[in-house]
């Protein structure tokens, strides 16, 4: 054995990447070689897939036993045909393997020919010691095979060596016999795998120096598959380039290692047979290999496509299973060899082959979308449908292209208008511009108000979250007027839903415009006001709700409209409507409505919403959920609609996501964060648009207060109020700017310029009129008070907030009341408010509040209270009391007849209160509720967020 091991040794340093990778291998093939020259006959059948290093190892033993004196007798087996299998003659790889002329087919009996070949490897076995070698066996002959087997079930005794290789993958006319075999227990066999990462290393070593880095090491493994062939072709090319294996040249290790690979399938298919070759350019341009396709593509099936994709995967142009694709570099290559006349022909045939097979649109589009030319009807057609199913990406791009072709062709008048129209919505979300031009044009090809009516509404949805709201405004009032005018005053049902959808598209395009809003809002005071019996109604009474919470009616008033237009869950996905009422529910502190709107919408076909849609819906929910002081799930909502909006090639468009989450992290005291999420946000033309501009500015002065710019956050905040005089917003709650300016200046001992302010918004925060807004107006006034006065009006301020879901303007204001106490020395009065602050900051995460709380607590000579925080204390009144009814056995439609309530809104608060709860189901929530439902008597609340820094 030290014999064999030594010249292993040798033959490594003479050989190249495969000749030294394979030590074990070689090293067991050599000493049955041994054993064959000791008389006791041996064969080993080498498997494995192509490249893996049989052929190599078949080379390493022939040199080794011929330089021993061992008579070798070497064959492969071929396809003359180029297809495995074809064209074979019987016994022609035992012919070759013993130079034998005669045509042994000729015999009489095959027992006849196997005994002469039994004789020839007698004679020479004469001599001395043989070894019959035989590469690719599995595209051998059958007869020739059953010779080899004949031959070592005679010469058990004899000093013979047969080495068989296999290349697996790939069927062959000796695959059946060679399992034949094996299963008789003649033949061993070594299977052959990828090679290690220790194996990988030395390759890599020998050909570009070492030691290797290990980064290097594994992609060079994950590039060849551990296959030698390939690692040899890649480290040849790596060498030639100069590249080392270190850190520095993992980039181009990329590179080339990508170009090897599609190097070395373009020199494969341009040697291989036609046929090949033409199944590789289907698959490249069809993209997967769905045999039917591909027949159909290719024109020809059965076995011959089977062999040639057999062929595909033997020389690893698409991978081994069944259905594999091919890579996509690779797939590049085929395609861009392919003259393009060639291409187009194929592109074509593929579309209508997959039309023909019932494919989807989508999937004939992406075929369609590379033609130059639309030769067929039908091809059109496929487009539009595939655009209107996907109205974003290449084949929404591809429907641009060919609609705009569409409107030169010489269409008439309706159908040019209607291909202009369909144009836009296939451009709304890769060229807004361009869309809302198609549009225009539109509009001055229509005849008649209806129609203009229909493609202003069009042209409205459009414009949603740009810089054309004015324009969309005008178009849509134009519209309004020119429909009214021609209906008269009482218009046909149709007509008068018509109207109706006009109207509320035109309050969903005025809403959130700063010079919209307040012409809109004067003219929508005169409207009557629909009893909501149809969606065009309903949609209506969602804008009359918003104007009528933002110009500074009673929330009573607001919240009437915005209930009406939820009263009915549609069949239709959840739209703007259901946001917007939710968002008007949520400022009127009708929190678990809000949540149940927003978790519709969240619910509810989002699939089909424009972009700005979806994230409004998630921002909406953070805002709400911040509110009711569940910080954790306001961070984790706005988390997710900040990285939905950094998807897009317009993410720094929509930036009420970051709004909400730097709110809630300033919330938290994670200062730092909240400031890289707030800096991200581009400004500009925020300007014009309601509830992002006046947020963002409420927001961003909280973070100058955060870090110490006090004269900052006050200038912020008093712009924000100025911008929402000029739009004519008069809701105090909208964004707070006024609670944060007068505490802070109150603060800085600048009690006048503070109580300017008190006095500017007394009137709207008595017109809105809830319990958040009447309490923040309370602390307002309590801190620019003196004496008796202040510590009163903050007691009152607590009290009303008790009425409200703000539980964490309650628990400010209860901070600012105990601090009073604490300073008026009523040292028991001061450490009960302060105990209930520090409780309701903790368990809602509300750390800088509750830090605050505890210094003074600990001045008032108070201990610090033992907080239990409960899972239950996460849940609104309405989820209490109706995961109390639901635990005790009431059914859905019973809990909602009690709470007047659809029966769709228990199932979404029973969703929220399992993941809240984390429970499975009704029978989980008696245990976790208690006797009668009972628990902490902290209630989540809603509204609009104001946490403010506690004073110092």
């Excluded at 060899?337 to 494919?359: H, S």
């Excluded at 569409?406 to 202009?420: C, I, K, P, Q, S």
């Excluded at 003219?523 to 009893?531: F, G, I, Q, T, Y």
Aim: with cysteine.
């Amino acid at each position: 054995m030290g014999d064999v091991m030594g010249v292993h040794s040798a033959m490594g340093r003479r050989t190249g990447t495969r000749g030294t990778d394979r030590a074990a291998e070689l090293a067991g093939l050599l000493e049955r070689a041994e054993q064959a020259r000791g008389g006791v006959a041996r064969a080993v059948l080498v498997r494995g897939p192509a490249g893996i290093g049989r052929t190599g190892l078949l080379d390493e033993v022939t040199r080794w036993v011929s330089e021993r004196g061992v008579t070798v007798c070497r064959a492969a087996g071929r396809a003359p045909g180029g297809y495995p299998g074809e064209g074979v003659n019987g016994y022609q790889s035992v012919r070759e393997l013993f130079g034998m002329e005669q045509d042994l087919g000729r015999a009489t009996a095959a027992f006849a020919v196997q005994r002469e070949v039994y004789g020839h490897a007698v004679d020479l076995l004469a001599a001395g010691p043989l070894a019959l070698v035989l590469d690719d066996a599995q595209w051998c002959d059958q007869e020739s095979l059953r010779c080899v087997h004949f031959l070592l079930r005679r010469a058990a005794a004899r000093p013979l060596l047969v080495l068989l290789s296999q290349r697996t993958g790939c069927e062959g006319p000796g695959t059946a016999m060679l399992t034949g075999i094996l299963a008789e227990g003649c033949c061993s066999v070594l299977e052959l795998g990828p090679l290690s990462e220790a194996e990988t290393g030395r390759a890599v070593a020998r050909a570009l120096g070492g030691p290797p880095d290990e980064r290097f090491v594994r992609r060079c493994r994950t590039l060849s598959g551990g296959n030698p062939l390939l690692l040899e072709r890649l480290l040849t090319t790596l060498a030639a380039a100069g590249v080392r294996p270190d850190p520095s040249g993992l980039h181009r290790l990329r590179v080339l290692g990508e170009a090897v690979g599609v190097e070395a399938a373009r020199a494969t298919l341009a040697g291989g047979p036609g046929q090949v070759r033409e199944v590789a350019r289907a698959l490249a341009v069809l993209g997967r290999a769905d045999p039917d396709l591909l027949g159909a593509l290719c024109g020809f099936g059965g076995t011959r496509l089977t062999l040639a994709m057999e062929e595909l995967r033997r020389v690893e142009v698409i991978g081994s299973g069944t259905g594999a694709p091919m890579a996509e570099a690779v797939r590049a290559a085929v395609l861009a060899d392919l003259p393009a006349p060639e291409l187009e022909r194929l592109r074509l045939r593929a579309a209508r082959v997959l039309n023909d097979a019932g494919r989807p649109a989508a999937e004939v589009a992406t075929q369609l979308a590379l033609l130059p030319e639309l030769p067929e009807p039908w091809m059109l057609t496929v487009l539009r449908e595939a655009a209107a199913q996907a109205p974003g990406g290449p084949t929404a791009r591809a429907a641009v292209r060919y609609l705009r072709r569409a409107l030169g062709a010489g269409l008439g008048r309706t159908e040019r208008r209607n291909v202009r129209i369909e144009l836009a919505r296939a451009s709304a979300r890769v060229a807004p511009a361009a869309a809302l031009e198609q549009l225009r044009q539109a509009l001055g090809e229509s005849d008649g108000a209806r129609e203009r009516a229909s493609i202003a509404m069009e042209y409205g949805q459009a414009a949603l979250g740009s810089r054309d709201v004015p324009e969309a405004v005008r178009v849509l009032g134009s519209a309004l007027v020119d429909l009214r005018q021609q209906l008269g005053a009482d218009p046909l049902p149709a007509d008068r839903e018509l109207r109706t959808s006009l109207e509320s598209a035109l309050l969903v395009a005025a809403v959130n415009g700063k010079s919209t809003m307040a012409p809109i809002a004067a003219l929508v005071r005169r409207w009557p006001v629909p009893r909501g019996d149809s969606p065009a109604e309903r949609q209506l009474l969602s804008g009359m709700s918003v104007f009528a919470a933002l110009d500074g009616r009673p929330a009573r008033q607001a919240v009437a409209l915005a209930r009406r237009a939820l009263r009915v869950e549609e069949t239709t996905p959840a739209g703007w409507e259901v946001l917007a009422s939710s968002l008007v529910l949520g400022l009127a502190d009708e929190v678990d409505e809000a949540l149940a709107g927003l978790t519709r919408s969240l619910s509810n076909g989002l699939a089909q919403y424009e972009p700005w849609m979806r994230l409004s819906v998630l921002a909406g929910r953070a805002h709400t959920l911040h509110g009711v002081g569940d910080l954790a799930g306001a961070q984790a909502v706005a988390r997710t609609a900040v990285a939905l909006a950094t998807r897009g090639d317009r993410a720094t468009a929509w930036p009420l996501p970051a709004v909400e989450l730097g709110s809630v992290l300033l919330s938290r005291g994670e200062v730092a964060e909240a400031a890289v999420v707030l800096d991200r946000i581009r400004p500009a033309g925020l300007e014009q648009q309601i509830w992002e501009w006046h947020q963002y500015l409420y927001v961003r002065g909280r973070l100058r207060r955060a870090m110490g710019d006090l004269d900052g956050a006050v200038e912020l905040w008093r712009r924000c109020g100025r911008s929402l005089a000029e739009a004519g917003v008069a809701n105090p709650v909208l964004a707070p700017w006024w609670s944060a300016a007068v505490t802070t200046l109150a603060g800085q001992g600048r009690a006048a310029e503070a109580a300017g302010i008190v006095a500017q918004v007394q009137e709207t925060v008595a017109g809105w009129g809830t319990a958040r807004a009447r309490g923040l107006g309370l602390v307002a006034e309590g801190v620019i008070a003196t004496g008796a006065a202040r510590t009163d009006l903050l007691a009152e301020a607590v009290e009303v907030l008790e009425h409200s879901p703000a539980r964490l303007a309650r628990a400010e204001a209860r901070y600012r009341l105990g601090r009073e106490l604490l300073l008026r020395d009523d040292l028991p009065g001061a450490r009960r408010h302060l105990r209930q602050v520090i409780e309701t900051a903790t368990r809602c995460g509300y750390h800088l509040l509750s830090t605050a709380a505890r210094r003074l607590l600990a001045d008032a000579g108070g201990r610090m209270p033992q907080i239990a925080v409960s899972p239950l204390d996460s849940l609104t009144r309405s989820e209490r009391r109706i995961a109390t009814l639901a635990g005790s056995g009431v059914s859905n439609r019973e809990i909602a007849e009690q709470l007047f309530v659809t029966p769709r809104t228990v199932e979404m608060h029973l969703t929220n209160i399992y993941r809240k709860l984390d429970v499975r189901g009704r029978t989980d929530l008696v245990p976790v509720l208690g006797p009668a439902g009972g628990g902490s008597r902290c209630r989540p609340g809603n509204g609009a967020e104001h946490i403010h820094v506690p004073i110092r």
